[in-house]
């Protein structure tokens, strides 16, 4: 470790892999019914009235064409007992959905239920993020789960302890 005062030239994606941020689970359903989804810690809170939340998307992701259109999607906070699943929605052409770990919403798009924190989202605006699309949400309803999120820092998964 370096002392204080002095400064490390790191890259880029050294510089925000160390920046601390939960992670979410991010779900559709396309036009023919099929459940699309991926995981992103690229989330945060964009405006309080109109409740807006933000989620950055690759435009490289095989999901990035469904995304591009839908009008809903839900945005799920996990926990430490959801790292398993998150880590399966980070790989392309994993089968996400099974398991069972899924149910219908109001919307019927796939909801997972106890998740820290779950956001039903319509799509607000979408903004051009370089090789991102970031996907503007308007929050209509948020749900709490029991275990806090877990917190996703140097490509590793940690527990949340207050200081
Ligand atoms: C902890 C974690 C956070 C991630 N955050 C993002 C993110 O914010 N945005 C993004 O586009 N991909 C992110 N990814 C990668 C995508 O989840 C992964 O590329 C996913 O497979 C893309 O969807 P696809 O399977 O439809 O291609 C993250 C992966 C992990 C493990």
């Given at each position: 470790m370096l002392p204080p005062e002095m400064d490390q030239v790191i890259s880029f994606r050294d510089a925000m892999a160390r920046f601390p941020s939960g992670v979410t689970i991010v779900t559709t359903v396309d036009a023919d019914g099929k459940s699309w989804g991926f995981t992103a810690s690229a989330f945060c809170s964009v405006?309080?009235?109109?409740?807006l939340i933000l989620v950055c998307l690759s435009t490289?992701?095989?999901c990035h064409p469904v995304f591009a259109e839908a009008e809903h999607w839900v945005v799920h906070i996990i926990h430490a007992d959801q790292v398993d699943l998150a880590l399966r929605f980070a790989?392309?052409?994993?089968?996400?959905?099974?398991?069972?770990s899924f149910e219908p919403d109001h919307r019927g798009l796939p909801r997972l239920s106890g998740s820290s924190i779950t956001l039903d989202c319509s799509t607000y605006a979408r903004h051009p993020g370089g090789d991102h699309t970031i996907l503007v949400g308007a929050v209509s309803a948020c749900f709490q789960g029991n275990p806090p999120p877990t917190v996703y820092r140097d490509r590793a998964f940690h527990a949340l302890t207050q200081l």
């Open positions: 405006s309080v009235d109109p409740a490289g992701a095989e790989t392309r052409g994993a089968d996400k959905f099974a398991g069972g």
